[in-house]
């Protein structure tokens, strides 16, 4: 008997400890983040991970710092450790697939965004499944994809980058990106007439869309 009572004051003693570990990481965490000391957060956060188990919401954040630093391998990495606990979870498989892209590695980021815009049905991740299948030289697939884009709703929200030229980007709508897009895949295709009217389209959302001004001029 006082061995099981002692037994299970040791694994009271345990808990406890273990709880008094965990608050005093978080509290370094979020003292860390008031440092702006990155590298104390991210070994804080493993040593989380390490208490809570596999299951740790803190893998997620740690995805998104990873992110957030541009270390797109250890994102990918960590993103592709949560999809195994949860294979439809939308925002990692984002992150996977951003990341693959900017790691080169195309043709992986292609299938993840596939994967994922089947899942959300979400202009953006259709926008960007697209331009990948473009830049696969998959044309057919990405002009059936941006066609498909092209009739969902959005907010509005959402800007996408272009790079003008060597020194210059411009931020623009996803709203006129997304003709855009469809105009470049329409030039692919040789589809001259369509792809004139889908810059045009670009430029009646956003007049000052240098890119789409540029390829009007071409075709006209």
């Known amino acids: 008997m006082l061995l099981v009572v002692s037994l299970m004051g040791l694994s009271v003693f345990a808990q406890s400890g273990k709880e008094e570990s965990i608050a005093i990481e978080k509290e370094v965490i979020r003292t860390a ?69 900017q790691l080169g590695a195309l043709d992986k980021s292609m299938e993840t ?15 960007s499944l697209a331009k990948l299948q473009l830049a696969m030289k998959k044309n057919e697939e990405a002009y059936t994809t941006i066609k498909k884009v092209e009739g969902l709703n959005d907010q509005g929200t959402i800007k996408v980058t272009f790079s003008i030229n060597q020194t210059h980007t411009q931020q623009i709508e996803l709203l006129a990106a997304i003709p855009y897009l469809k105009g470049v895949i329409e030039e692919e295709l040789k589809k001259n007439p369509e792809a004139k009217l889908s810059f045009e389209k670009a430029l009646k959302i956003q007049p000052e869309f240098v890119l789409a001004k540029e390829k009007l001029d071409k075709l006209n």
């Open 33 to 101: 983040k008031q440092m702006g000391d990155p590298n104390v957060v991210t070994y804080s956060m493993y040593k989380l991970i390490a208490l809570e188990g596999a299951n740790s919401t803190y893998k997620d954040s740690l995805a998104f710092i990873y992110f957030t630093s541009r270390k797109y391998a250890s994102c990918f990495l960590m993103a592709s450790e949560i999809l195994k606990r949860d294979p439809n979870d939308q925002g990692m498989l984002e992150l996977k697939a951003v990341s693959l892209e």
């Open 113 to 127: 965004f596939d994967e994922l815009f089947a899942i959300s049905n979400n202009n953006y991740h259709g926008y």
